[in-house]
């Protein structure tokens, strides 16, 4: 498993405010696409409050997306890729095609899993 790192969500409010929210996860998923989900690796230098993913995905700061890689039944791969709220319905289509860790990226849905959103 790789080793966790601090990153950042970068979320738009209107008129140029912005809020970033603080949490763990592979870097290296999110490292050419860090644009299109809003979420990229934080400074070192910043020293916040790092708050939980699952809490994130309930109170509606992330969402939680499944990127479907490979073109065959033999070498298709499902991953799990965080996507900031307000970015999702973009990024849905932004994705496809853009190239992860596990491969080019295929197909994008959304997370419907019941315990990404309960407490």
Do not use: W
Not at 27 to 56: C, F, M, W
Not at 68 to 92: F, P
């Amino acid at each position: 498993m790789p080793a966790l790192k601090k990153m950042v969500a970068t979320v738009n409010l209107g008129a140029g405010a912005t809020q970033k929210y603080y949490f763990m996860s592979n870097p290296l998923l999110y490292t050419s696409i860090e644009n299109t989900v809003g979420i990229s690796l934080a400074p070192a230098t910043d020293k916040q409050v790092i708050h939980r993913v699952e809490d994130l995905l309930l109170y509606g700061v992330l969402e939680s997306l499944v990127a479907r890689t490979g073109t065959t039944a033999l070498n298709r791969k499902s991953t799990k890729i965080l996507c900031v709220a307000n970015k999702a319905v973009s990024a849905e289509q932004d994705l496809i095609g853009k190239t992860i860790p596990q491969g080019l990226i295929t197909s994008i849905s959304a997370d419907l899993k019941a315990q990404n959103y309960l407490p």
